[in-house]
Nanobody, 130 residues
Framework: QVRLVESGGGSVQAGGSLRLSCAAP???????????MAWFRQVPGKEREGVAS????????YYVDSVKGRFTISRDNLKTTMYLQMDNLKPDDTAMYYC????????????????????WGQGTQVTVST
């Protein structure tokens, strides 16, 4: 089973920054299995929640309200790797962060519906202390 591989997690103090990376194992064209890529996060005892997504072909981004203005999702020029730049981190951002991918079906818009994503990474821990 193909899995994505995340990297870049760690521990920081509140107000600090971290950058997560996720490499796509295959083509990321608009009809590919990795055309939409997204970041999710989960804390023990809670549902996995979407954070941000990106349409890899054109770079169109989407963010949930809780991270707008602090997190930036992007991809490299080769469209093979996705990033999540996390600035001004808060203790509430502490979670296991997962990379996910799916085939686009809403044009250039990629939502963060958890059950729509079929390919997942193993997760990388982000811990923000006060």
């Amino acid at each position: 089973q193909v899995r994505l591989v995340e990297s870049g997690g760690g521990s920081v103090q509140a107000g600090g920054s971290l950058r997560l990376s996720c490499a796509a194992p295959g083509p990321t064209g608009p009809a590919s299995d990795y055309g939409c890529m997204a970041w999710f996060r989960q804390v023990p005892g809670k549902e996995r929640e979407g954070v941000a997504s990106i349409f890899m072909e054109e770079g169109r981004e989407y963010y949930v309200d809780s991270v707008k203005g602090r997190f930036t999702i992007s991809r490299d020029n080769l469209k093979t790797t996705m990033y999540l730049q996390m600035d001004n981190l808060k203790p509430d951002d502490t979670a296991m962060y997962y990379c996910a991918a799916r085939v686009p079906y809403l044009g250039s818009f990629c939502n963060v519906g958890r059950y729509e994503y079929k390919t997942w990474g193993q997760g990388t821990q982000v811990t923000v202390s006060t």
